[in-house]
Nanobody
Framework: QVQLVETGGGLVQPGGSLRLSCAAS????????IGWFRQAPGTEREGVSC????????YYADSVKGRFTISRDNAKNTVYLQMNSLKPEDTAVYYC??????????????WGQGTQVTVSS
């Protein structure tokens, strides 16, 4: 069974940090680019960050640049999103996704189930 499972979400105060993990089972992540998307209530799902299959290339949305870091460990079939200096506006459900080609919702082949991140004092 093909699965992407996100862990690491939770409640954190503004300025705090969280590390999200995305573990794949049933398929090998090596061949895919991996992205993190997020969706807050009443908004569209947006791309936050992505990493190439080799890990040599990364992308960050302007809203998270300098605060979030994406990485991958293909030997562990896992991708990570380190989130620092979190802001209330980062509150959303975060999804990891395996895609090929452009970094967009329509290019995604596999989705994780999502993990809630809440930034609040």
């Amino acid at each position: 069974q093909v699965q992407l499972v996100e862990t690491g979400g939770g409640l954190v105060q503004p300025g705090g940090s969280l590390r999200l993990s995305c573990a794949a089972s049933g398929f090998t992540l090596d061949y895919y680019e991996i992205g993190w998307f997020r969706q807050a209530p009443g908004t569209e799902r947006e791309g936050v960050s992505c990493i190439s299959s080799s890990g040599g290339s990364t992308y960050y949305a302007d809203s998270v640049k300098g605060r979030f870091t994406i990485s991958r460990d293909n030997a562990k079939n896992t991708v990570y999103l380190q989130m620092n200096s979190l802001k209330p506006e980062d509150t959303a459900v975060y999804y990891c996704a395996a895609f090929v080609g452009e970094f967009s919702v329509r290019a995604v082949e596999y989705w994780g189930q999502g993990t809630q991140v809440t930034v609040s004092s």
